[in-house]
């Protein structure tokens, strides 16, 4: 029995999911089934998932929107915008499997993954924990403080940076594999993570005097332009611990495969967050949840980046 699991690339809590999800199947239902991964990304648009990738025996998606597709058997995830094709989440309502879950209040898919696996079908999720606690603190925004998401200084936010920035096909699949019996402490010590880390320090450095260099701030939103440099990915941290007292962060930036507008609000000032940004983004063929969310253009399509983030400017400065 081979189980494909497709979960969110790039994405600490994507890697946590998967690695918790393969510990729960494993233990519930078939030990010695062998397991293969595969990252999904979202793709410029509303594309949906490519068939090809239902590989497995048996094929779970974790952390990621759903799929139609008559060969997906597990599906945990927790996004707003998780239903994007015409008829998902009909199709979703109607399944009967009782294996397919969503939840878009969730803080994390790791930590819903884990209390449905233990209020559904009896595992002990509990030799997880610490990899559970960091996912929701991670992807739910919990840190108690800007400057503590930016220093990059625990384990967890050091895996988190190698997770984001990479781009090797072998390294995610590996990390998947050791969440499962390694701590979070022995995971950043070691070459899979420590190597990688020390260049991407450096650049986070960068990035920082290049988000103070280039930032602006007016009513509430802290926006910035980093598409000439061409940085399509940093830590969404940076512009809170600049200015602590923003309701947004709005930047637009490039890489080598896409174009990419990304939106926040301040986990830190949740009190002051007036519009549900996955909704925003959902105009744009964009998504995530109602308090961070991303558009991705096609390479080239940057003149149709910068003018969404104009347009998503304007609105949130409202």
């Known amino acids: 029995m081979n189980v494909h699991v497709l979960f969110h690339d790039n994405c600490f809590d994507g890697a946590a999911s998967a690695a918790v999800f ?31 990738v239902f590989s497995g025996d048996e094929n779970a998606i974790v952390d990621f929107r759903y799929s139609q597709d008559g060969r997906l058997t597990w599906w945990f995830d927790h996004h707003v915008s998780a239903f994007q094709q015409p008829g998902d989440e009909a199709h ?51 840190f108690p403080s800007p400057q503590m998401a930016v220093a990059l200084e625990e384990p967890a936010l050091r895996i988190m940076t190698v997770l984001e920035a990479n781009k090797s096909p072998d390294l995610i699949p590996q990390l998947i594999q050791r969440m499962q019996t390694e701590t979070l402490a022995q995971l950043a010590a ?3 993570i420590a190597q990688p880390l ?5 650049r986070h450095q960068r990035h920082i005097e290049q988000v103070r260099a280039k930032a602006k701030y007016e ?11 061409g940085v399509d990915s940093l830590n969404k941290f940076i512009a809170y611990a600049l200015y602590p007292e923003a309701r947004y962060t709005l930047w637009v930036g490039q890489g080598p495969n896409r174009a990419k507008v990304s939106l926040g609000s301040n986990p830190w000032r949740p009190e002051l967050r ?25 390479p080239g399509e940057l003149d149709k980046a910068r003018a969404a983030y104009r347009e998503i400017l304007a609105e949130l400065s409202v």
């Open 92 to 142: 979703f309502r109607a399944d009967s499997s009782g294996r397919k879950f969503h939840d878009p209040h969730r803080k994390s898919c790791t930590k819903y993954l884990a209390d449905v696996a233990r209020e559904r079908f009896g595992w002990d999720a509990s030799p997880l924990a610490d990899l559970i606690h960091w996912a929701e603190i991670i992807d739910g925004a919990q």
């Open 219 to 229: 009513n509430g939103v802290v926006f910035f332009d980093l598409a000439d440099e």
């Open 22 to 52: 393969t510990r729960f199947y494993r233990e519930r239902f078939q030990p010695d089934a062998t397991f293969t991964y595969r990252g999904l990304t979202h793709k410029p648009g509303a594309e949906g998932i490519d068939p090809a």
């Open 190 to 192: 070691s070459p899979l």
């Open 274 to 298: 007036k519009h549900d940004l996955a909704a925003i983004a959902g105009r744009y063929g964009g998504g995530g949840h109602p308090v961070v969310a991303a558009v991705s253009f096609k």
């Open 198 to 202: 020390a260049p991407l320090l450096e």
